[in-house]
């Protein structure tokens, strides 16, 4: 059974950063895509970032620059390091996986405000 676990979401400053993790179990987690979505209040769920299984990596255009998604494949493990945040960037944080159909994660809230 895949399972895709979140963590270290939270409240920060603006300026700030925050580093998510998910954990990935029932998978070959190395042969995978991986992707962080997020979905905020009124809003369409969007692709934040996405890393491939050889390491190269995709981002949207308003977190390029100050968000950077890596995988440690020993650990299944993916991960979203993110700096700089601005208030817009508050959402519900959700992992990603497709194998044949999508997988999602529980999501981890991301709050940036003062």
Known sequence: QVQLLE???????????LRLSCA???IIFSGNVMGWYRQAPGKQ???????TRAGNTAYAGSVK?????SRDNANNTVYLQ?????PE???VYYCHTLIGIDY?????QVTVSS
């Open 104 to 108: 999602w994660g529980q999501g981890t």
């Open 65 to 69: 620059g100050r968000f950077t998604i």
């Open 45 to 51: 769920r969007e692709l934040v970032a996405s890393i």
């Open 89 to 91: 960037d508050t959402a």
């Open 24 to 26: 990935a179990s029932g």
């Open 7 to 17: 963590s270290g979401g939270g409240l920060v400053q603006p300026g700030g950063s």
């Open 82 to 86: 993110m700096n700089s945040l601005k």
